[in-house]
């Protein structure tokens, strides 16, 4: 496999990455940051600083190091240092920056980037226990692009109508 | 084979590997933990993760279906889980045409998938039965290798 089919496809999932965490927190309530459903159980604010820290960590393996955020004063400046990491990394795959230390492609995916989405996924769900549960979609029609990373990604092409969940005012 | 193609493999196995330690050694009853009463139980998001890898599937073969099933019991939808990633990989290893891109298969149900094995882990957490932290990046990993028997070389942690 070539090593640039193998980085378009992790910068892919990066895209991914970026849309499906933009999508559990837009226009979440003000207070989901701080959301806590249970002891022991991190906040959406705490997850995001763990989804940039594992794509920090990634991150090192470009440039050596290591990667620690601190807590940030907000939810948003989170969120902004979050999608900053991801434009980082995304700028490393397209230069064809090596890897360090025998790091492969496959291993940052089954590592840091997969560890990120299932973290997304989270998010999702403490929107649903907090409340505010965000509606469905076709994901496959979905304009997700590699050169779109930021806190502004697309609305869904196509959300589903009808939800069980939904929330009874929707 | 495609080269993308493989790399979506090692993904497939990615998710076998992540899915089954957050599948197994489960809490008794927690196929029906309910969290909050408009939520997805453990038992319902695992269905939904089959019902996701069969759609894979039909994209792959060109002939897009979508089924919602409903949850069996717990060691029997594993069981599922396993068989329809195999379905899946073994369809990608073969040399029958991707009749989609591999972006869009990843973006959708296997990156849908991903999603929903972070939540059965929240799920774990908030039951009581946590699994431990994981060192993913050591963990032995090999695409094709999809079923229930994975390696149980961890770098685990509390």
């Known amino acids: ?170 | 084979m495609n080269d993308k193609r493989e790399l979506l493999r090692h993904t497939v196995a990615t998710l076998a590997y992540r899915g089954g330690k957050a599948i197994s050694n489960a809490p008794p009853d927690f196929k029906d933990f309910r969290v909050a009463a408009d939520s997805r139980t453990p038992g319902e998001i695992l269905a939904h993760i089959g019902d996701l890898l069969d759609w894979a599937l039909s994209i792959a073969v060109g002939k897009q279906t979508w089924h919602n099933s409903t949850p069996l019991p717990w060691e029997d939808e594993s069981a599922r889980f396993f068989a329809a990633l195999q379905a899946f990989d073994s369809y990608l290893a073969s040399d029958q045409p991707l009749n989609a891109p591999v972006e869009k298969l990843f973006q959708a149900p296997i990156a849908d998938a991903l999603t929903h094995v972070g939540q059965i882990a929240m799920l774990r957490r908030i039951a009581g039965g946590p699994i431990k932290g994981e060192n993913y990046f050591k963990a032995e990993i090999e695409s094709g290798r999809v079923g229930a028997d994975q390696s149980s070389r961890r770098t685990e942690f509390d």
């Open chain 1, 1 to 170: 496999m070539t090593t640039e089919d193998k980085r378009a496809l992790l910068g892919h999932f990066l895209a991914a990455l970026a849309y499906r965490t933009q999508k559990a927190l837009r226009d979440a309530p003000a207070s989901f940051g701080s959301f806590r459903v249970e002891d022991g159980v991190r906040t959406p604010a705490e997850l995001v600083r763990h989804m940039t820290s594992v794509l920090g960590y990634a991150r090192t393996h470009f440039i050596g190091g290591n990667y620690w955020p601190e807590a940030l004063s907000t939810f948003d400046e989170e969120i902004i240092r979050f999608h900053e990491m991801l434009g980082t990394l995304a700028q490393h795959l397209r230069n064809g920056d090596v890897l360090l230390d025998g790091m492969t492609e496959e291993r940052l995916l089954q590592g840091p980037f997969s560890d990120a989405m299932t973290h997304a996924g989270q998010l999702a769900l403490l929107r649903r226990l907090a409340g505010a549960p965000v509606p469905p979609e076709n994901f496959i029609v979905a304009e997700i692009r590699p050169d779109r990373l930021g806190r502004d990604q697309a609305e869904p092409v196509s959300p589903d109508k009808v939800w069980p969940e939904a929330p009874k005012n929707n």
